[in-house]
């Protein structure tokens, strides 16, 4: 399980989060919210890739700075970067990442095809990823991040660039994990996680306005209508102000 | 849109980088090769200035009178050396010179024996080869009527010898001279109008270096390659061309703006490199009388055109830029036509090969000669095609190379040019394609499926950072040095080594005898001269006396500063126990790092180190993969480790070549004699312990070396870590590591 409790961070004067407090148990998570609205901090604090300035990550309960060893070796990550390495095949760069994960020799062919193959880039892995598209670059941050059997995955806006066919596929296989994981999706596009997600957190200004499952935050906030009107209606003052300007 | 296609280009800054830094290294190649060269570049300045306000006749005097002296003092030397070695061949030797050169010995002797005799050039043996080149040069020019009246001549025998094969009743050539009887008079026509030229003599040095600047032409390629990818590919592979394609300005005109900034962009990056080359030697060398004839010129003297010098220089440099531009369309039109950056690069490189067959396979008097000149390579070659006159058989009719070329090279940019404006307007496919790899590859790869981590470090460092094409150039560059040193010893250092090698170990009891005993021969021959002297000045012998006894004498004394080394070293020996006669100049090379030899080659190890290791910890935070590998076990606890292990073992191997170079140029050059011998043996290695061998400190010193070595591996990576960006870490360790050796090394 994974507590989040009082995060704050700044950046300078800049208050990214503010008191933050989550608990997420097996099961996939929507993190939703505009730019600029806190996502990638979190996510970023989550995986002990940023230092908070208060507040604590506990991991089973256990601090993930002190437990630093074991947290990693249940942590994947999809960062929203694509700076991938282009002379790497797609199989070197897995099983680079595979061997930083340290999954074993034995395991390690494996785990890449099983990967490659939830994300429908088996027939790409033995090419040079400089001929890869922005899509396929996604997924292969994707299929590294699921590679080694980690309990938690923390992805930042994995359907970035991804065609509607791909979009479903990742969508139905990120459902088929979370079973047993907890997998925590950032992202801006609500359809991502409305039918899957199990619970919707919605992130603005560095603060959480609401944490529930998708059908729960629309009867609450737009009755009869979708989580994309509840998002537009939480954001609209966002929305007038940005027209205005 | 030439302006915003020219801007592209010179906007980019990695391009201008790029350029500055092949400028740099063109320069830089071109100061390593005046290093190697025997006459220092000093030299041909001084002499210029000397000349400058002399007339025709006294230069020729001057450089007469310069070749004589040289010529005496160098066969005074020669005698001397001679006379040391003391056998019966040397004196026989030695009578045969003196008949020959009778009375040079006694006319340059004294000179010799005072010294201060050198002018241009910092040793005798360089003074020579200066006066001899200097003496060549003139000789030519001063033959230059001859050689003009003998090309006449040629053409008037072979007119002569027509005549008599038509008077023979050769019908095919009747009424039509043979193309050797024209080409040879169209020759003669050529040249006739050349007698009368006004010739002025100096040594011209500039116009031959700017026009054998062979690292300039392979750098010029590479520029022209870059250009070439940076004007069209990198458009390419944005899918650029398919949007401009489309815009009202019309193909055509697009593809004419891009070929006009091709052209103004090769004529830049050319003017630039030779530019560059011309001003580094006007400034070392002086600037040339550029009103002169080319004719004065002893290199250019077959040039058969009325120009002066500085018109030889403009229609130089025009011959190359258009040989420049045909080569530049060449790739162009491939980079039009192909769908993969691979077909420019195998074809411009396919192009210069069959052109370096064809130049050197078919020879200029061959039958197919024009084949030697129709080619790429020959038409860099501006020299050959300026200075070597030749008519090629076109049709029965001669023609000149120079002609023919010219035509040939604006015919093919003509064609070049228009068909890759066709190819762009009609062809509709402008996108790119990957090369894949073979199918055996492909599998090789699947199964190099590892999780050692060192390995995906050492392909990231090598392949991904660009550093296995440094280390490459470094190790190029390392067996380039081994295998182009040449030792230089001055005599008395020759002497030195030979008595050292007399003397080599320890001091025993005849060696002290010997050397106490000849320590009182240069006493005794000392007083000898002296009283040879007083005795000429009290009048009891004559003047020619006194020389033949000195002269015996002063072949002795030759060894005299040897000797004084040498006892410097006895005296040494008896003050420090243990210690033995062995020659050091080897280990002072070797342990010589701040020597200036030295210090450049360090100096390069640790820019190549710089360049090297200021990515490995930058580039992923650049990239933005730092988060994704932090956010892994190994990533963030092992990987800097390891990548500090490899980066140690590739600096390894670097400093490895660097002691394999060291060491060649000291055993070689030098030797490394005694290496058992004790460290106190060697001057200056008094302070370690008598027990120490002199091989342990040269292991001690390669291990300590290393080690710094190590350190600085270390301080980079955390220094570019710290600094975050890899150009600024670039800058910065170039700043703290590099600029003060380099000021060091210019300032010694």
Redesign the interface.
Known sequence: MLEIIKLTKSYGTKVALKGVSLNLTPGLYGLLGPNGAGKSTLL?LI???LVPDSGRVLWNGRNIIKA??KY??C?G?????????????G??FL???????????KE??EQ?EWAAQCVNLTKE????I??YSGGMKQRL?VA?AIMGNPKLI?LDEPTAGLDPKERVRLRQVLKELSKEKIILVATHVVSDVESVAKEIIIVKEGTIVAVDKAENLVETYAPGKSLEEVYMQLFSQEYVTEDRR | MIISELRKLWKKKSFLTLLAFLLACNVGLQILQDRREVIPTNAYRAFDKTLKSMSEQEKEDYIQGYYERVKGLCLVEQVQNMQAAKSEQSTRLIKQLLSENKGVYQNYYEEWKEGGYLIYCTTLDEEEVFAEEIYQRFQKLKKYDNYLDEICQRAQTQSDISIFANADGDSNTKGKPSFAVASANKTAMQYEGLKERKLTFYSYEWVNRIQHTGMAEIVLLLLLFVVVWQMFYEEKKKGLFLIMRTMPAGRLKLCTAKIAALFFNTTLVSLLLYGSVALYYMLRLGKPDFGASIQSVAACQSCPYLITVGQYVMLFVCVRILAVLAFAMLLFLVEVLARHIFWMFLTGIGVIIIGVLLYYLISPAAKGNIMHYSNVFSWFLAKDLLVDYRNLNIMGNPIDTMSIVLVEMVVFIGIMAVTAAFAFCRKRNHTIYRLSRPSFLKRAAKQNVHTKLWRYELTKVLVIYRGGILIFIFLLLMVFQMITFHPYQTPNELRYRWQMQEYKGSLTREKQMKLLKQKKEFENIQKAIRETKIRRIKGEISKEEEESQRMMYESRLAFLPAFQRLYERYNYILKHPGAQFVYEEGYHRLFGIMDNGHCTLFLLLNVVMIVMLAPILTADADRGMNLLLCSTKRGREEREDICFYVSGGLVTIMYLFFLMNIFYQAISGYGLPRCFAPITSLAGYEQFPSWLPIIVVVFGYVVLQWFFLMVLTAFLLWFSKKIGNMLHAIVWEMIIFVIPGVVYSVLR
Do not use: H, S
């Open positions: 970023q995986t002990d890739n630093n060893r990693r070796k942590l990550y999809a960062p929203q970067q694509q700076g991938l390495y282009d002379t790497f095949t199989q070197q099983a680079y990442m595979g061997t930083l994960k340290e999954i074993p020799q390690l062919e890449i892995l033995p090419l040079k400089r001929g941050l590294q923390v």
